[in-house]
């Protein structure tokens, strides 16, 4: 009989190697293939990337310009 813990254990490291080839190796990827994760894990996009931007943004050194009121 095969065993079958150790089967899904190889097929999860195999998994896991070919998502960090792609998706985990921080490359950009399509919409597409964020559907599809989103898909295969039964989970809303919105979900899925909540809170990934906080903290990404660089503060820009731009000063307001500043415009004055002309008199009447």
């Given at each position: 009989?095969?065993?079958?813990?150790?089967?899904?254990r190889a097929l999860g490291t195999k998994v896991r190697t070919l998502r960090k080839k792609q998706v985990e190796a921080g490359r950009?990827?399509?919409?597409?293939?964020?559907?599809?994760?989103c898909e295969v894990f039964e989970l809303p996009m919105a979900k899925l990337v909540?809170?990934?931007d906080e903290g990404i943004y660089e503060k820009l050194d731009v000063v307001p310009q500043v415009r004055k009121k002309r008199r009447s």
């Open positions: 009989m095969a065993n079958q813990e150790q089967f899904f950009p990827i399509t919409v597409t293939t964020l559907l599809r994760i909540r809170g990934l």
